[in-house]
């Protein structure tokens, strides 16, 4: 009898690269890029890897950082999620985040304070159960159970942070000196007001007092100086002296005097500083300062200073004046427009620049009170609406300024009011508000897509390109909808939100662009903003339409709800077009830490109703990294591994493959998908 030839299986190699695909046809396709995506995103050492959760945010204890512990009880009344827990003899106090009936009975527990013993377990003074001794923190008996525990002791400190007190959107944010600032229209909503991160939660700034004077001279006054009115005898601490006109040693200064609170009343009179007289003219009462609502914020960093420390914050929101902004002191800055209501801003050669529709002007050199043109002071008509400003490196005179409009786009020359020169660069390319960003190269929104803009060495001026094409539909749904952009500097990204909840990540590796990829948060994006703590940390926040503020990175849910996140991979022909293959098993490369799990399947030929098609439960496989032999590998448990192949049989036979990935949980870790290795069987030519 004949024996049968035993053919040995080839083998292939998928690399996951290139992101989301939706323009170019299958068989052109490159391999490892995707069909269908959402919730992953492009990894800078290659791969793709399902996001990392967002939090909501208040300066309270992090959802993310809650830990908690098994408390060993005999329950003889109730307990219920939430309770909170006290022991009698030691006066140990926690949370209850599960209750777990089963024998042996036990609560899992978190917010705890010192430690429980063998004791009585009262709820609201009454006596619910006993516990059998301390409790042990961490300590679930699976994986999966300490992952799910993790997520529950986070949706109790969850609870305890609310929205920004008032009405709507968040208006914009910033980081300034580690603390979290917000701006949110009032309730009614007739004001807007700031807000500040703290360990108690948003806590409304206070924006303080101002006093318009003339006539300054004789003796300087300046900030920590008390004023007292010489007919009024009311007085108050000078916060900041906002020099707008003239100067003290001519006897002539004009501005305004800005400060936290006064006492009494002030009229119109002259002011003294202790002994010294008449130093200043004044015409009223102070006056406080308040915010219209309904701006949309826009914020720039700058040290007109120049000394250590001296960087303040400089802001606008196309409803109220610009602003200057400690971290204590709030300072409105007076530019002389009739409508004096700036939509963006930004520093550039020590200029403080502020867009007004089509007019881009700016403050005198070195300093932001003063808008005065014989000081320095100009305005530039672009002949478009001005959607932002970017600083660009170049060869003519250094870095240059690039003015975005809607329609066209124009680049500053020079360094001050006597040398400045505008260039327009484009007519035919614009960029929407809040979509310009820097990481590497500057990106922006343009009504054709996402384009770059970079210098060049050879002639310093710019060059640019689109860099959306293989999104291009995507985009061309939501373009009018773009509401807000931020980078990601550990990951390389440029991070763009659209109002229907999608955003698109960019992965930048250089000046190249790795791909992109669509994500989907249950939370509206109003604005967004990214920066560096003091230690060096990126923190990454937005704002939504309820008033929360979410940091990004952070957690394993969006805000509590479960990521949904897939893969549907482009067609695979293993390098045989037009042959059939009978496939035998694949082996993804993946990496990560923590807890996780996902679902596996395959389409066949096109997905065709006539194949034998594979049901997306197939296989779930369990990753961990921090337990020891825990678990069986034929389902596909790894025992403290943070590397590992997830092998999957496959059967059928077709001429392509598309390899299907989805993860679906509000707990489960990140994993890395780098690739895919591939055994079948070539079979006939296919006619």
């Known amino acids: 009898m004949k024996l049968p030839v035993l053919r040995e299986p080839n083998a292939d190699y998928l690399a996951f690269e290139g992101g989301f695909d939706q323009v170019t046809p299958a068989w052109s396709a490159s391999p490892g890029t995707l069909r269908l995506a959402q919730n992953y995103e492009i990894d800078i050492n290659g791969g793709y890897v399902d996001v990392t959760g967002y939090e909501r945010y208040s300066g309270k204890p992090k959802p993310s950082d809650a830990q908690y512990a098994i408390l060993n009880v005999t329950i ?88 920004v007190t008032g009405s709507g959107n968040i208006l914009g944010g910033f980081n300034f000196n580690d603390v979290q600032y917000v701006f949110r229209n009032s309730a009614t909503p007739t004001t807007a007001a700031m807000f500040k991160s703290s360990s108690s939660g948003w806590t409304e700034v206070a924006l303080g007092r101002e006093l318009s004077f003339t006539s300054g001279g004789v003796t300087e006054i300046v900030a ?16 900041r002296v906002v020099l707008e006109i003239g100067s003290w040693a001519s006897g002539n200064a004009e501005g305004r005097f800005i400060f936290a609170s006064q006492t009494g009343t002030f009229q119109a009179e002259t002011v003294k500083v202790g002994a010294a007289l008449n130093l200043a003219t004044i015409a009223a009462n102070s006056s406080a300062i308040t915010l219209l609502p309904g701006g949309r914020y826009e914020f720039e960093k700058h040290n007109f200073g120049g000394a250590a420390g001296a960087e303040r914050i400089y802001g606008c929101d196309g409803v109220n004046r610009g602003f200057e902004f400690d971290g204590t002191v709030f300072v409105p800055i ?144 939501r373009r009018s909808l773009a509401t807000a952009s931020c980078v990601s500097r550990n990951k390389n990204q440029y991070r763009l939100f659209f109002s229907d909840g999608y955003a698109l990540y960019i992965t930048m590796s250089g000046n190249k662009i790795m791909g992109i990829m669509p994500i989907l948060f249950p939370d509206a994006v109003t604005c967004a903003w990214s920066d560096e703590l003091a230690n060096g940390t990126e923190v990454m ?32 022909y293993a390098k045989m ?20 799990k996902y679902n596996f399947s395959y389409e066949l030929d096109y997905n065709s109703v006539d194949k ?53 949980s509000d707990y489960y870790k990140p994993i890395r998908f780098s690739g895919s290795y591939f055994r079948f069987i070539p079979g006939r030519q296919l006619r």
């Open 334 to 477: 007076n530019t002389g427009m009739t409508v004096d209501t700036p939509t963006h801003v930004t520093a550039h050669k020590n200029h403080l620049f502020f867009s007004f529709s089509g007019s881009a002007q700016h403050s005198a050199t070195g300093f932001p009170y003063i808008w005065d043109a014989i000081f320095g002071a100009a305005e530039m008509a672009t002949g478009d609406t001005i959607t932002g400003f970017k600083k660009e490196p170049g060869a003519e005179g250094g870095a240059a300024l690039v003015i975005y409009c809607r329609n066209r786009i124009s680049v500053l020359y020079g360094s001050d009011s006597s040398t400045w020169e505008m260039v327009s660069y484009r007519e035919e390319l614009g960029a929407a508000a809040y979509t310009v960003q820097q990481i590497g190269m500057t990106l922006f929104l343009d009504d054709r897509g996402i384009t770059n803009f970079q210098t060049t060495q050879r002639y310093g001026n710019f060059v640019h390109s689109t860099l959306s094409t293989l999104a291009q539909p995507f985009l061309n749904e």
């Open 577 to 596: 077009l037009r042959r059939n293959k009978r496939w035998k098993d694949a082996a993804l490369d993946a990496s990560g830490t923590g807890y996780a």
């Open 612 to 664: 034998a098609q594979i049901s997306a439960e197939t296989t779930i496989l369990s990753f961990a990294a921090s337990y020891w032999d825990t678990g069986n590998w034929d389902v596909g448990t790894w025992d403290g591994q943070t590397l590992k192949p997830g092998f999957h049989k496959l059967t059928g036979s077709s001429e392509n493959i598309a390899l299907v990935i989805i993860k679906t």
């Open 76 to 163: 003889t009344g109730s307990f219920a999620v939430g309770d909170q827990i006290v022991g009698v003899t030691s006066a140990a106090t926690a949370t209850v985040a599960a209750v777990i009936t089963q024998s042996p009975a036990y609560l899992v527990i978190t917010k705890i304070t010192s430690t429980f013993q063998a004791e009585t377990i009262n709820v609201s003074s009454s006596p619910q159960g006993t516990s059998s001794g301390a409790q042990a923190v961490g300590g679930a008996s699976t994986q999966d159970l300490n992952a799910q525990y993790l997520n529950l002791a986070a949706d109790i400190y969850r609870s305890d942070i609310a929205a």
């Open 541 to 572: 926040y937005f704002g939504s339409d309820n008033g929360m503020v979410y940091q990004m990175e952070s957690g394993t849910s969006f805000d509590g709800e479960a990521i949904d996140a897939y893969l549907f991979f482009h067609y695979h």
């Open 224 to 239: 920590g100086n008390t004023i007292t009115g010489e007919t009024s005898g009311a007085y108050a601490v000078v916060t």
